[in-house]
């Protein structure tokens, strides 16, 4: 019998290329959003330490220009923490839309190999049946060349 072989090989290998490049794609924006979120983790600790620092100079006397000084700076730090959420925010949402496109990639290519292993037992049992032939046929024609004496 001849050797197994699917119809769909390349669509399942294009079908496979695609996903790896969609996974690509996802672990990139991954770790796009983990770079952003240390960025937001640090900008909230630079605020809270400043701004620790700031009531301890307050306790222990500042002038009128320093204080204003340390609000500015923090007004702008706040600014700086809200413009890198944002951009955390908008970075997961790329992240969501490309897990979705990985989750759809993994099915399409799921469905054709499942279909490949079905067509794969097909062509097994029809193998198996043509071998149980053969030799249901060699047997007859051994037991057919006995009984006449050959």
Request: hydrophobic letters at 35%.
């Amino acid at each position: 019998m001849k050797k197994f072989r699917f119809s769909l090989e390349t669509v399942l290998d294009y079908k496979q290329q695609a996903l790896d490049a969609i996974r690509a794609e996802h672990g990139a924006i991954l770790a796009r959003v983990r770079a952003q979120e240390e960025v937001v983790d640090g900008l909230e600790g630079e605020h809270r330490q400043v701004d620790g620092e700031f009531s301890q100079r307050k306790l222990e006397g500042l002038t009128i220009l320093d204080a204003l000084n340390y609000e500015q700076y923090l007004r702008a730090l706040e600014r700086e923490i809200q413009a890198a959420r944002q951009k955390l925010e908008h970075l997961r949402q790329q992240e969501e839309k490309k897990r979705a496109q990985v989750v759809e990639a993994r099915k399409e290519t799921a469905t054709i190999e499942k279909l490949k292993e079905h067509k794969l037992e097909d062509y097994r049992k029809a193998a198996q049946k043509a071998e149980e032939l053969q030799i249901e046929e060699f047997v007859s024609t051994t037991r057919a060349m006995a009984g006449v004496g050959i």
